[in-house]
């Protein structure tokens, strides 16, 4: 693979050197040998920044590569209609004798400049906008959702709790994961925060932010376009416009941007249920060991906790406080908060 990309980057230098030589030789004796000479270093210096910006950016994203390919060709159309309409002027130029340049050159300076500021502008408009339309030509595609599976976007919630950057590593998720701009200011403003609590909270997400963005295998997109219907919207409302429009999930840990969520009929992923859900089942007569830690809220209970955070509460289990006691399971009950377990005290383990 890097043999032959190198081998591209050599053939097309060569391609370079030779169209210097080429325009070089068509403009013979109607230059000097000093003008001759600047644009042939001109080709050969382009083309040699041009590799070595090709080898100093190691990470290409196919949506910008394909937005400058687009805007160049629609550039080069445009300025090829623009010559046409010019075409008169020119003629007029050579007619009035043309002192100063030869009208040929001339014009050759003018459709070059004018390619080169069209082409700009067409680039740096599809650029801008490339989430924006739909196109199709073979092998590319500009798509006005993020291509490939649907977008999960995170909230400022769950950055800070850090769990997304776990479950990604696991590599159960490959979907694109996107924080809008907007959710990235409030983190760092939280990051700022007088409040210690608060600022170390901030920090923390920052940290797992970096956390996402140092694995290559995790594809993490700063989101920065508001759209104007976002406008004077809270946060947990551009998020959900922002998931409506890019056709995403959100991913929070946040209760109530939950339900808004499922209001709205924005799909949602919530991993306080994702969670939740991964605890272990225990069916009732299974045996279990725990260790007591405190008094339970009954006359003889006692409560305990598993490696999960799942809170067992134990019939006959308050005088065992501190001691590992084995129990048997009687019922399990979901809660919104996570699953409780009961069990009854068998013996002290």
């Known amino acids: 693979m890097n043999l032959s990309l190198w081998a591209l980057r050599a053939f097309f230098f060569l391609v370079a050197v030779g169209l210097a030589f080429s325009v070089t030789s068509g403009l013979g004796q109607k230059v000097s040998f000093g003008t001759s000479l600047a644009i042939y270093a001109l080709f050969v210096v382009g083309s040699i920044l041009a590799i070595v910006l090709d080898v100093l950016i190691k990470r290409k994203r196919i949506d910008l590569i394909t937005s400058v390919y687009f805007g160049i060709l629609v ?148 989101y920065d376009r508001d759209h104007p219907e976002m406008k004077g919207q809270p946060v947990d409302l551009k998020l959900l416009t922002l998931a409506k429009h890019l056709g995403g999930k959100v991913v929070t840990g946040d209760f109530n941007l939950n339900k808004v969520a499922k209001l709205q009929n924005v799909p949602v992923i919530n991993l306080n249920e994702v969670a939740n859900s991964l605890k272990p089942v225990f069916l009732p007569g299974e045996q279990m060991v725990v260790k007591v830690v405190k008094a339970g809220e009954g006359p003889h209970q006692g409560v305990g906790y598993l490696d999960d955070g799942t809170m067992i509460v134990i019939e006959d289990g308050r005088q065992h406080i501190g001691a590992l006691v084995n129990i048997m399971v009687t019922s399990m009950l979901q809660t919104n908060a996570g699953r409780m377990v009961f069990g009854k005290f068998e013996s002290v383990a």
């Not at 309409?85 to 070059?112: C, Q, R």
């Not at 959702?145 to 479950?167: F, H, N």
């Open 75 to 222: 550039g080069l159309l445009l300025t090829y209609i623009f010559s046409l309409a010019l075409t008169p002027a020119f003629e007029s130029y050579a007619i009035m004798g043309g002192e100063g340049l030869p009208p040929e050159a001339l014009k050759s300076i003018v459709i070059a400049f004018l390619g080169v500021i069209i082409s700009y502008i067409c680039v740096s408009f599809l650029w801008q906008t490339k989430d924006d339309f739909r196109f199709i030509i073979p092998y590319v595609e500009f798509s006005k959702d993020v291509k490939g599976a649907m977008p999960y976007i995170l909230d400022t919630s769950v950055v800070i709790d850090g769990r997304i950057a776990d479950i990604v590593e696991t590599g159960i998720i490959e979907n694109q994961l996107i924080l809008p701009r907007f959710a990235l200011m409030e983190l760092q403003a939280i990051a700022d925060s007088s409040d210690k609590l608060r600022r170390s909270r901030g920090r923390r997400g920052l940290d797992v932010l970096n956390r996402l963005r140092n694995n290559d295998n995790v594809d993490l997109k700063i």
